[in-house]
């Protein structure tokens, strides 16, 4: 790692998102994902645990190419390991992964997932988001790495992305909802904690 890069990457993010608050807050992730895929696009998801997603695009983009990787083997998936994983994809999903491995495991996975993309090809990830008091640490032992969101940001600016977008993502019920978004979001900003439990950031391979 160079760690000079790093931080000047992490910078860079920082300027264009100076703070959490900055990040579009969307109620799903979904509709963010949607709007990123074409029919047709071929799609690699890692960590998919039961493949609900496929079904959920599918519904939108029915010549989408799906495959899985997961490394359940319980459970039905294209793929088991990275290094059996073939071709070029469109999109590449990593959903509350991330934070499960090492550090060095972490960079090893942005950069195979780089090396899988097609030029232009998209990284769709989401992790918990570490200004929310708790949500990070509600994966028990299993969480080994929390991602700050610019730091996760110059990551994988580093590892040769780009970075889109990033969004903070937050639903709840419709009365709940509002209390939190319109009500009590000085609080939280007095405080320097966050009600959203996710970040998502979406990257272009260059």
């Known amino acids: 790692m160079n760690w000079s890069e790093l931080y000047r990457c992490r910078r860079e993010i920082q300027h264009r998102f100076p703070e959490v608050w900055d990040l579009k807050l969307v109620k799903k992730r979904l ?15 890692i960590g998919a645990y039961d493949r609900k997603l496929e079904k959920r695009i599918k519904a939108h983009f029915p010549r989408v190419e799906y495959r899985s990787m997961d490394i359940d083997r319980s459970l039905h998936h294209d793929y088991y390991t990275l290094e059996d994983i073939e071709g070029k994809f469109d999109e590449i999903l990593l959903f509350e992964v991330i934070e499960h491995l090492d550090f060095e ?13 097609g030029p232009g090809g998209k990284l769709i990830l989401s992790t918990p988001n570490t200004m929310h008091p708790v949500r990070y640490w509600e994966g028990g032992v299993t969480h080994r790495v929390p991602y700050y969101y610019a730091e996760l940001g110059g990551l994988i600016l580093s590892r040769g992305f780009e970075v889109v977008n990033i969004y903070r993502v937050f639903n709840d019920a419709f009365f709940q909802y509002l209390v939190r978004v319109y009500l009590f979001s000085l609080v939280h900003r007095y405080l320097g904690i966050d009600f959203a439990k996710s970040i998502i950031v979406i990257a272009k391979r260059n």
Do not use: N, S, Y
């Not at 495991?105 to 993309?117: R, S, T, V």
């Open 105 to 117: 495991e972490g960079m090893k996975l942005l950069q195979k997932i780089h090396e899988l993309l």
């Open 31 to 45: 509709p963010v994902l949607l709007k990123h895929i074409q029919d047709g696009d071929r799609i690699l998801e």
